[in-house]
């Protein structure tokens, strides 16, 4: 069964800290892992990593996958109040065509 | 606007009144999917479509039915809802070139709960 682990479960920072959030996985045919942000309401897409070692960047936020050592890590920079949220991680396998969800890392920033 | 769309966003009902959650995406998309969310558990995913009248099971489908007849909508059906139901729930979609599923769109949820 695939299985995916993320942590901490739960991270308080200062507004302006750097976060390190981890996500590790055990998947057959691992095919892809992708990154959410949830808010109050829906997830939305950060990042999607197929090979090892490239780091995809969106402003503050980026991203790397270690397909070796099966985890990613997800790095948000100079934290901002908006950052607070969920962020889930998730991976889909060739021939099972899902998504399987970590639980989920639960960031705040105070200001 | 590019959007996936579900109803109701709240829900409160008995046990074992029969119940319907609706969504439905206009961004022509292939895949479509239902997941719920529990504290502790993350996302697990119910049921999915890859396409017109395909539907498979997830990894928590039991009490649950969904159809997809159209493109645009995949209705989640729960014939004799539980309290063990009462959770969070999102639908999905995403575009599909081939086998492979891209990021998916998520709707806005539904909090359902039964009593």
């Known amino acids: 069964e695939d299985k995916v682990v993320q942590s901490p479960l739960s991270l308080v920072v200062h507004e302006g800290d750097t976060v390190t959030l981890n996500c590790s996985y055990e998947?057959?045919?691992?095919?892809?892992l992708l990154w959410y942000k949830q808010e109050k309401k829906a997830p939305t897409f950060l990042f999607m990593l197929?090979?090892?070692?490239i780091e995809k960047k969106s402003g503050r936020l980026s991203s790397i996958l270690d397909k070796k050592e099966l985890f990613s890590i997800l790095n948000i920079t100079a934290t901002q109040t908006g950052d607070s949220a969920v962020y889930l991680c998730?991976?889909?396998?060739?021939?099972?065509?899902?998504?399987?969800f970590g639980t989920g890392t639960r960031l705040t920033i105070i200001p | 606007e590019a959007q996936v769309t579900q109803n109701p966003r709240y829900l409160i009902t008995v046990t074992g009144k029969k119940l319907t959650v609706t969504c439905s995406q206009n961004?022509?998309?292939?895949?479509m999917s239902w997941y719920r969310q529990d504290p502790g558990l993350g996302l697990r995913q119910i049921y999915y479509?890859?396409?017109?009248?395909?539907?498979d099971k997830g990894d928590v489908p039991e009490g649950y039915k969904v159809s997809r007849k159209e493109k645009r909508n995949f209705p989640l059906i729960l014939e004799s809802p539980s309290p063990n139901q009462t959770s969070l729930y999102f639908c999905?979609?995403?575009?599909?070139?081939?086998?492979?599923?891209?990021?998916?769109?998520f709707g806005p949820g539904t909090r359902l709960t039964v009593t």
């Open positions: 999905a979609s995403s575009p599909q070139t081939g086998p492979k599923v891209y990021e998916q769109y």
């Open positions: 998947v057959t045919n691992f095919r892809s």
């Open positions: 197929t090979s090892s070692g």
């Open positions: 998730a991976v889909d396998a060739f021939g099972n065509e899902k998504l399987t």
């Open positions: 961004m022509n998309h292939e895949y």
């Open positions: 479509s890859m396409n017109v009248e395909v539907t």
